[in-house]
């Protein structure tokens, strides 16, 4: 049996008048039943196409006016992990005690995703502790899991 068309008249209709009232391809989708590159195909077929407008769509900056920027969290991680790692050299050699150790249906974002044992044996479960804010693992696995200078730096001639 064929499958309906994807494109019928009431869609179209619905289609067109979406494009004339200026909604974004998602919006038409949305309304149409459809996904935004099926939206987008269909107008590039119908030669349907907008005008560039002349306004900037971001206003425009002073001269001399910087734009605030917003901290990546690859540098937020990176200030997480220089206060773990300055604690004392004591506490990377202390043993790690998984004293709230939980099961994946007990997993949640305050406790160490750390797995302990191998995943399918009976005694398999996670760390538990607390995390360091923002990262996964709790203080001694976040030592483990991000060990400074661990990468190879590879020298080319």
């Keep these: 049996m064929p499958n ?8 179209l209709e619905l289609l067109k008048s979406g494009f004339a009232a200026g909604l974004s391809c998602r919006q038409i989708a949305g309304d149409v039943g459809v996904s935004r590159n099926a939206v987008i195909g269909k107008l590039s077929r ?3 196409t907008r005008e560039k407008g002349t ?24 200030q997480m992990l220089q206060k773990v790692f300055a604690e004392p050299e004591g506490a990377a050699d202390a043993p790690i005690l998984s004293e709230h150790c939980c099961s994946l249906l007990e997993l949640s974002e305050r406790n160490c995703r750390w797995p302990i044992s191998t995943p399918g044996f009976a ?7 607390t995390p360091v804010e923002g990262l ?6 976040t030592r483990l899991a991000y060990r400074p200078g661990s990468r190879q730096r590879v020298v080319r001639n």
Excluded: I, M
Aim: include cysteine; proline fraction near 15%; aromatic fraction near 10%.
């Design 136 to 141: 996964p693992y709790c203080v001694g696995h």
């Design 55 to 78: 306004e900037p769509r971001r206003p425009a900056r002073r001269e001399g006016e910087k734009r605030p920027r917003a901290r990546s969290v690859p540098r937020l991680q990176y």
């Design 46 to 48: 119908l030669k349907l």
């Design 4 to 11: 309906p068309p994807t494109w019928t008249d009431e869609r």
């Design 123 to 129: 005694d398999f479960r996670f760390c538990g502790n």
